[in-house]
């Protein structure tokens, strides 16, 4: 089960005694019993019949069957890398980082540099608030178990499956690497200046406004074969600094996306082709904005209209899901 519930029934499904993961206002999930949950802040979110904003209710995702047990735990910032030692012997973990914290930060700037990483699936998302009140609200991720909340920390639900069953991640991402520049920079991070446009030192913000460039779409990696998407946040003109979403890496090689002429049919389209019915799924803000997915369907995958998805690492502008796979 996966979908929006009203306060009272999200209660009644924690006093099961299931595993679950929990998104909606702060002040609901406030409000909620202990239980074996984890939850984070959010007010938009991809239902059956369409997106919407919604502060009045949560939305519940059940983790039953092929789970046998879970185990929330908290992290701060510097223990971020204990999650690897945790992971379950077989299974998933499910990880939210409050965005834009040092938590969310430094997860980004680090995970990848953890041995052991990739050993068992981590999956999860960044909490957010409504765009309107981010000046004045922060995200929160919540511990069931403790009925704690927390700023600037990661909670993880460390899920284990019965032997008969693999979790597995899998990413819808819309962008392709175009053929333009290849731009690289000098050093990692969240806010660029400089930038190598074709080995040429040049401005970010000059090329962006001398080129016309549509900041709807991401920057484009490519990992091994896998297209990771750098999205970006704002211009500030003075300083000349572009800010991203998530960062960029030294030396790796970015191209700007090919646009994608209709978004919302993309994803639709591309879920209903897979045929799967996803343990759990979100899809990211700047998707729900640019392609207006507001009364508007995503196949099957519904969840949480997140602040950047998790699938292992951070990703912008994707759609990620996990699923419980029979083992052959």
Not at 266 to 276: L, T
Request: hydrophobic share 40%; proline share 5%; with cysteine.
């Amino acid at each position: 089960m996966a979908d929006l519930v009203s306060l009272q029934d999200a209660s009644a499904l924690i006093a099961t005694g299931q595993p679950m993961l929990v998104a909606g206002d702060e002040s609901l999930l406030a409000q909620l019993p202990k239980g074996h949950w984890i939850g984070g802040t959010t007010p938009y979110f991809m239902t059956r019949s369409g997106g919407v904003v919604e502060r009045e209710r949560l939305f519940v995702t059940l983790l039953g069957a092929p789970i046998e047990s879970a185990v929330a735990r908290i992290y701060q910032a510097s223990e971020l890398q204990s999650i690897i030692g945790d992971y379950p012997d077989r299974g998933c973990s499910f990880i939210i980082l409050p965005s834009g914290s040092e938590t969310h930060l430094r997860f980004d700037r680090e995970c990848l540099s953890w041995p052991g990483l990739f050993n068992s699936p981590l999956v999860g998302w960044n909490a957010g608030v409504l765009l309107s009140e981010i000046a004045d609200s922060r995200p929160k991720v919540f511990d069931g178990t403790t009925l704690q909340s927390f700023e600037n920390a990661a909670a993880v639900l460390h899920a284990t499956t019965n032997d008969a069953h693999a979790a597995r991640i899998e990413i819808i991402n819309p962008f392709q690497q175009g053929r333009g520049d290849t731009i690289t920079f000098p050093h990692s991070g969240f806010a660029v200046t400089d930038c190598l446009v074709n080995g040429e030192r040049r401005n970010l913000v000059d090329y962006i406004k001398q080129n016309g460039v549509d900041i709807r779409w991401p920057l484009v990696a490519d990992y091994a074969g896998a297209q990771i998407n750098v999205s970006f946040q704002g211009i500030d003109d003075a300083p000349k600094r572009v800010r991203l979403y998530a960062p960029v890496f030294e030396d790796v090689e970015y191209r700007l996306a090919d646009p994608v002429a209709n978004l919302a049919e993309f994803f639709g389209e591309e879920f209903d082709a897979r045929k799967v019915k996803p343990a759990f799924s979100c899809n990211c803000i700047l998707n729900f904005l640019y392609a207006e997915l507001e009364g508007k369907r995503t196949g099957n995958a519904t969840g949480p209209i997140t602040f950047g998805e998790i699938a292992y690492m951070q990703l912008n502008q994707t759609l990620v899901y996990v699923t419980f796979d029979r083992k052959e």
